[in-house]
């Protein structure tokens, strides 16, 4: 049996008593045109599933099991520099910190491949290239509809210092996030691990083999409806914010991916992204940043505030 994937078709495969074992080692051995390593990106990204459900690479497949094959469709993407209005927080030879709006994306990739932060980057300043062809400077991300602070690499030795940073927990990055529901507790930790969602390709999920991810939140205001809170993270997982409020019931306000169907107006989740400290990567000079809430955030508030706060604080 061979399986030829180049007309980029999903492909439907039962597993008979000769394609039994590893996952990514068995469609290898029928999948004449990808490589073992294309399969295994497959498998990570959920575009290969086994009876409807997402499965990691060491999986083993069985007689009967019903196998699903999405290949991704290749998309060039040309970097160029684009002359895009940044706000930039700080800057100097090794280090740049900037202000994301609300709606753009951090770095290209197949959907957005032009019009992202990265593009008006290159036009402002040389970054680094630890990161590769489409991240050059990127050391963190934030989401596309999250706002807020991200610090940006512009050589190689300022990036290895600035992910070192991360990997050790000692750099700090705290947020501000608008949820739904009342959080009785004042301050509390989210310890739970998150991994890609066996749902949801598209989503993340706190699941048993996840990675290791904690989140300290502390309540700044409540609502009759909504409560404001800050987040710290102590890791950086994707969608880590959004993904620990929703497990706790409180998902963010106006996040079509992780909220619900009825929920605040507004171009994304209600998350920015208030507050950056690290170490500079050549003097060793602790900074710390701060930007201030975005209009749309602070309007919303101010609407809260006029319809929405309990009796006892009108």
């Known amino acids: 049996m061979r399986i030829q994937v180049t007309n980029k078709q999903p492909q439907k495969i039962t597993v008979d008593d000769q394609l039994t074992g590893r996952i990514d080692k068995a469609l290898a051995?029928?999948?004449s045109d990808v490589s073992r390593s294309q399969l295994k990106k497959w498998i990570e990204d959920g575009n290969i599933t086994v009876n409807g459900s997402t499965v990691k690479p060491k999986y083993k497949l069985q007689v009967g099991d019903h196998v699903e094959v999405i290949p991704e469709e290749p998309q060039k993407i040309d970097l160029e520099p684009e002359n895009i209005p940044l706000d930039i927080v700080y800057e100097?030879?090794?280090v740049l910190v900037v202000n994301k709006p609300q709606g753009m994306v951090v770095h290209p990739s197949a959907g957005h491949p032009n019009h992202t932060l990265v593009n008006a980057l290159l036009y402002h300043s040389p970054?680094?290239?630890i990161n590769g062809e489409f991240r050059p400077g990127i050391v963190h991300r934030i989401d596309k509809d999250t706002s807020g602070l991200l610090m940006v690499?512009?050589?190689d030795q300022a990036h290895r210092s600035l992910a070192a940073q991360l990997k050790a927990k000692t750099n700090k990055r705290e947020y501000?996030?608008?949820?739904?529901g009342v959080i009785k507790e004042d301050q509390g930790t989210i310890d739970?691990?998150?991994g890609r969602s066996p749902k949801d390709r598209k989503k993340q999920a706190v699941v048993a083999d996840g990675r290791h991810a904690v989140t300290h939140f502390k309540v700044l205001k409540r609502y009759q409806h909504y409560t404001l809170v800050s987040c710290r993270l102590e890791t950086g997982r994707t969608h880590q914010i959004r993904v620990h409020m929703q497990y706790i019931g409180h998902p963010l306000a106006g996040d079509p991916l992780y909220g619900p169907r009825k929920t605040l107006k507004?171009?994304?989740q209600y998350l920015h992204a208030r507050l950056l400290g690290f170490k500079h990567p050549v003097t060793g000079k602790e900074m710390l940043f701060e930007a201030p809430l975005p209009e749309w955030f602070e309007q919303m508030l101010h609407h809260l505030d006029a319809t929405d706060l309990p009796p006892d604080q009108k």
């Open 266 to 268: 507004g171009n994304g």
């Open 176 to 180: 501000v996030a608008l949820v739904h």
């Open 192 to 194: 739970a691990p998150l």
């Open 127 to 129: 970054l680094s290239h």
């Open 29 to 31: 051995t029928v999948m």
């Open 153 to 155: 690499a512009k050589n």
């Open 92 to 94: 100097d030879d090794d």
